[in-house]
Structures are given as C-alpha cells and as structure tokens.
C-alpha cells in the first residue's frame, strides 16, 4: 500500500502547487468495447482441451475527482478515480466439472490516475495522455476452479483519448480507453497458456465540476 499512498499523495501536491487548479468530482459510466471471441486454450498441465471464451462484460463505473488547467489554448486534466467493472467467462470441459458451459466472472476494482494534455476551442476541448491502473481488489468466481492463479499486476497503464466541453465549471467529456494488458493477463489456469491478445478497452462518458 505505500507505493500507492505515495503516488496519491504525490499527485494531491502537483495539483495544489499551481494556483490555476480547479478541482471538483466527477463521475463517469461506460462499456468495455471488446466483443465475445473464444481464448485460444494451450494445455500445458494434464493436457486435457477444453473450451474457454471471454463473452461479456458488466457497464463500467467510476466516481473520484478531477482537476484541470488551463494554459491559454492548451489545458492539463488529470483526476482520482475509484472504477469498477466486470468481465465474464465460459469454461466447457475443464478437468472435473460437469460438462456444459459455466459462466465467470471478474470483478475489478481499481484506482485510476489519468493526465490528459490538449487544446481547447470555444469550450471544446480534445486531449490525449497515459493513465496510471493501481489494483485495490478483485472478486473472482474463477478463484473456486481448480488450477485458478490470480496474476493481477499492482500497477497497470494504459492510454486515453478524450473529446469534451466545457460550460463554465461543468465539464463533460467522452473518453476512449486503451489499456496494455490483455483481458487473460489477470489469471492463470495452472500452466495452461492462454492465448488472448485483446484488451478490456472502454468508452467512458464522464460529467463533473471543477472550481
């Protein structure tokens, strides 16, 4: 938990450092854009196929508060945000459990950390920038399988654009998530190899107020 106080408390002073600040909360709903697709499945342990497939997520959620700058025609925005979403999964014919598909599911909890840099025109603005992932929890219905090894970094990245406007202290703002991860990197099934290179990538629609 230290590297993580840490880097809040780093952020909170970068932002009170500049008196042109103004901070405020927001909240924010989306959905993972990933669609169903079948996880290629290399068994490694007992050899044994079977079939796995990601087929679905739960909305995405995320409520903290945000800060911005403005620089004349550029602005800085970064924020705090608690998110939690959802991400479900079909096991067929794995080891011991009944034939038939079983639905998983993964929900994550997270504190995230943008910083976004752009330009604004007449109250629009545009921006891109990395996002920081700290991990807080995870529930799992995978954890009752056999084999199951949680293998969630501590710390994740991604990347971020977003499109907004701004009216006065309200500011709205339609973001795009790309994380680096992949959907499978989270979990192991004994030394099975998973082979999934998609993301848990999302829209974001986020409304807040910043004074």
Not at 74 to 81: M, R, Y
Not at 112 to 126: D, L, R, S, W, Y
Request: net charge neutral; charged share 20%; with cysteine.
């Amino acid at each position: 938990m230290k590297p993580i106080s840490t880097l809040i408390i780093i952020l909170c002073v970068c932002i009170n450092l500049g008196a042109q600040w103004k901070i405020g909360p927001s909240a924010a709903y989306g959905f993972v854009t990933q669609e169903s697709a079948q996880i290629n499945v290399v068994p490694m342990e007992n050899f044994s196929a079977y079939k796995m497939e990601f087929v679905g997520s739960t909305p995405v959620q995320s409520i903290g508060f945000m800060a911005i700058n403005d620089l004349g025609p550029v602005f800085l925005q970064s924020g705090l945000f608690a998110t939690t979403y959802g991400l479900d999964f079909m096991l067929d014919g794995y080891k011991f459990m009944d034939r038939g598909s079983h639905i998983f599911r993964e929900q994550y909890y997270s504190i995230e950390i943008p910083f976004n840099a752009g330009i604004k025109v007449h109250g629009f603005k545009i921006g891109l920038g990395p996002v920081l992932d700290i991990a807080v929890d995870k529930d799992s219905d995978l954890a009752a399988v056999s084999g199951y090894r949680n293998t969630t970094k501590a710390l994740d990245f991604g990347f971020q654009a977003m499109l907004g406007y701004r009216l006065g202290i309200l500011n709205i703002d339609l973001k795009y998530l790309n994380k680096f991860s992949s959907i499978t990197d989270a979990f192991d099934l004994g030394y099975d190899e998973l082979k999934y290179k998609k993301s848990a990538n999302r829209f974001m629609l986020a409304i807040g107020v910043a004074f």
